[in-house]
């Protein structure tokens, strides 16, 4: 269950990353709000990785708590970077 879990991540990870490499590359002729949108997901982002790698490390049973927020935290970056891509 555990490999189930972190497969469904790492494959939602990997989905944010293609969004995100395709975002960063149009971000930088955007407007300001845009711009403020994509430094808060940029934020996340790290938030999300460093979630990741704890992930990676942790037993079982924390580790669930770890896989809800880092799957909580991809879904807020998911928003911005729809909201970003709306404006480009």
Do not use: C, N, P
């Not at 669930?64 to 935290?73: G, H, K, N, S, T």
């Amino acid at each position: 269950m555990e490999s189930d879990i972190r497969r469904r991540i790492e494959e939602e990870i990997d989905a944010l990353r293609r969004v995100r490499d395709e975002l960063r590359v149009k971000v930088h002729l955007g407007a300001a709000e845009v711009q403020e949108t994509w430094q808060k997901a940029e934020k996340s982002w790290g938030h999300l990785e460093g979630r990741l790698k704890v992930l990676r490390d942790v037993a079982q049973e924390s580790g669930e708590d770890v896989a809800e927020a880092a799957r909580l935290l991809a879904g807020e970056i998911r928003e911005a970077y729809q909201h970003v891509r709306r404006f480009l």
